[in-house]
């Protein structure tokens, strides 16, 4: 061993403490605003939680959210959420990114136009929306006016589409089959416009990693456009489209800004998102202990569903 | 359709291209249609930002009678500037500072997102130094702590960080919007990542000139790392001035709110029926943020698809 002077031995111990020194401001704040509040929030969630913890309760936060018709409710409205424009997010976004990685002019110009909504902040864009979509003055009913359409009531309707446009025959639906809410479908093609220049922006980057040459070579062979597309492109695409597919579910199940600030969850609950029930239990019910159990079951759902996909879809990815 | 039929091959130099109907890639064949559908695309996505604006320069009575265009050659109406100071106005008065309630807002906004912005790179770039370039005992285990709080969603934490704000006497105050946001796991990676990159002679060259890791930290890592910075500082931005729900959360005074919690305050309140003055007011919120992101939209979008971030 290389015998190591005192004055060497003592830079080193400085060294060391100027490294935990330099550790420190970073360790501190992740420790009492991210690791802590884990376990603070399961001991909130066992508590009736008034200020203080009144009396410890166990389990029956827990139980009484499986239990309440509510939460499951706002379950089933954000999987109905997320089911329907996660699949017009990706291949509206695969669509228009395809279509700007052929050689088009202005493409810096698209990109930054299809990007905007996205970086606009989730209150304005939502406040925008509000008007565009308010039946008496808003332009897309003025729009649909013109074009010779009945004015619909858009966010401030609870109705399913399927019995609203029954209804334009004639002909009344059973509730089962009223389908997603006039109000969610709206919320859906806002939240389609937000989000869609962000899976543009993923889309593109992945396009740009499929080497040129199999293109080339399979055009050699006489593969058409949308052999290429399907067989090359596609496949070689998949992890692109997976991590956007992690992303978007993970995404829409917490989505909170943009449906906050649209409906609050209404009209009635036809847009009570899990993301907002929990805020309202929270916010303006002060039932904490109920909101923190109620948060852990979304992240159990959550956590289920990533693993699933990895299970199921990430095995079929192709890493070129 | 006539165009899928197969057409003579092109020859260019160097490489053979058999065009066909369906080839848009390399013919032109669907180039108009290619445009046709970007525009459309692109007319959907800014749509709504022409709308604000247009709305807040009409006057109520253009607003309530649906007239979409009412100022000349089409209308006599001029253009109404004055709905800016007036929705201004109409969101109040902040005695505190003796300001406007909406000057009170963005003021709050700008100093919470520069704390956070500063906060952040200061901490992330400290550990980042740490964890890349000091050799120290349990590192490994401590950097493994780090990645493990990467999952933990920020929703599940909700509850309990509130009930701290409370416990900490910070309900209602900047330290409440400010502290908990500034440190940034995100930031100790990618500083981390950029710092590993930089040749370990530039370091023992440093040493020897005497400089000490403070000294090479800020003049020599950070410096080099400047993309990384960058980027960690736009994100952080953005973040912080998009937030909602925690400001909603932990602030009561209408004098404490956040831009993004007073405009939704006014929507739901008094601005619900004027859409004009609420559009005014949407259009000074989201402009900056548009302009600042088309300046540095080259940092934004190479941030983006490196990082793979959704905010």
Redesign the interface.
């Known amino acids: 061993m290389k015998r190591v002077g005192p004055a060497r031995r003592a830079r080193r111990r400085r060294e060391i403490a100027l490294g935990y020194a330099f550790l420190a401001p970073a360790f501190v704040l992740l420790l009492v605003f991210e690791f802590f509040p884990i376990f603070y929030g399961l001991y909130i969630s066992s508590c009736d939680w008034r200020l203080r913890c009144v009396s410890f309760v166990g389990l029956r936060n827990y139980v009484q959210a499986l239990n309440d018709p509510a939460a499951w409710h706002s379950l089933l409205i954000t999987a109905t959420y997320a089911f329907i424009s996660i699949p017009i997010q990706l291949v509206l976004g695969l669509f228009i990114a395809h279509l700007l990685f052929q050689k088009i002019r202005g493409r810096p110009v698209f990109r930054l136009i299809y990007f905007l909504p996205y970086i606009t902040s989730s209150v304005a864009a939502a406040s925008i929306w509000g008007y565009l979509y308010s039946p008496d003055q808003g332009p897309i009913n003025a729009i649909m006016g013109v074009v010779g359409l009945q004015p619909l009531r858009w966010l401030g309707e609870p109705r399913g589409i399927f019995t609203l446009i029954a209804s334009d025959f004639g002909m009344d639906l059973p509730s089962w089959a009223s389908g997603p809410s006039l109000a969610l479908l709206a919320l859906i093609i806002f939240t389609t416009w937000v989000f869609t220049g962000y899976s543009i922006t993923i889309f593109l980057a992945g396009l740009a990693n499929i080497p040129k040459e199999l293109n080339e070579a399979a055009r050699v062979d006489g593969a058409s456009g949308w052999q290429v597309f399907r067989l090359i492109t596609l496949p070689l695409l998949s992890p692109t489209t997976y991590f956007l597919l992690v992303f978007t579910i993970i995404g829409t199940f917490k989505e909170f800004n943009h449906v906050y600030v649209l409906t609050q969850g209404g009209p009635g609950d036809s847009t009570m998102t899990a993301g907002i029930y929990i805020f309202n239990q929270l916010y303006s019910l002060n039932r904490y202990g109920y909101s923190a159990a109620l948060s852990f079951l979304l992240f159990f759902v959550i956590l289920v569903l990533t693993v699933l996909q990895n299970r199921f879809v990430g095995r079929r990815v192709v890493y070129g | 359709m006539a165009s899928q039929k197969s057409e003579s091959a092109t020859v260019l130099p160097g490489?053979?291209?058999?065009s066909?109907g369906?080839?848009?890639?390399?013919t032109?064949h669907f180039?108009p249609l290619?445009?046709a559908?970007?525009v459309i695309?692109?007319c959907?996505?800014?749509g709504?930002?022409i709308?604000?604006i247009m709305?807040s320069l009409k006057s109520y009575g253009s607003?309530?009678n649906?007239n979409?265009w009412p100022w000349p050659p089409l209308g006599t109406e001029a253009l109404q500037w004055q709905n800016y100071p007036r929705a201004i106005v109409e969101v109040g008065w902040d005695s505190q500072w003796g300001t406007w309630l909406f000057f009170r807002y963005a003021a709050n906004s700008i100093l919470v997102a520069g704390a956070v912005v500063c906060g952040v790179l200061?901490?992330?770039s400290?550990?980042a130094?740490?964890?890349a370039q000091?050799?120290?005992?349990g590192?490994n285990v401590?950097f493994l702590?780090?990645l493990a709080?990467i999952m933990?969603?920020s929703?599940?934490?909700?509850?309990?960080?509130?009930?701290?704000m409370?416990e900490l006497g910070w309900y209602n105050t900047y330290a409440a919007l400010i502290?908990?946001f500034?440190?940034s796991?995100f930031g100790?990676f990618l500083l981390r990542q950029f710092f590993q990159q930089v040749p370990r002679d530039l370091f023992d060259a440093a040493m020897l000139d005497g400089a000490g890791?403070?000294r090479y930290l800020r003049s020599v890592m950070l410096p080099l790392s400047s993309p990384a910075v960058i980027t960690l500082a736009l994100f952080t931005f953005?973040w912080s001035?998009?937030e909602?729900?925690w400001p909603?959360?932990v602030t009561r005074d209408s004098n404490m709110r956040v831009?993004?919690?007073g405009?939704?305050q006014f929507?739901a309140g008094e601005g619900g029926n004027s859409?004009h003055l609420?559009?005014a007011?949407?259009t000074i919120?989201?402009i900056p943020?548009?302009a600042f992101?088309?300046v540095t939209?080259k940092h934004?979008?190479e941030a983006?698809?490196t990082s793979?971030i959704?905010a």
């Open positions: 490489h053979v291209v058999r066909r369906r080839d848009h890639t390399r032109g180039t290619i445009y559908i970007l695309g692109a959907l996505s800014l709504p930002f709308f604000m709305t607003l309530i649906n979409f200061l901490t992330s400290l550990a130094y740490a964890f000091i050799d120290l005992p590192k401590l702590f780090v709080t933990v969603p929703d599940l934490v909700l509850v309990p960080k509130v009930v701290l409370y502290v908990p500034l440190d796991v100790i890791h403070v953005i001035w998009d909602f729900k909603l959360l831009l993004g919690v405009l939704q929507m859409a609420l559009m007011l949407a919120v989201v943020v548009l992101y088309v939209q934004f979008t983006i698809i793979g959704k």
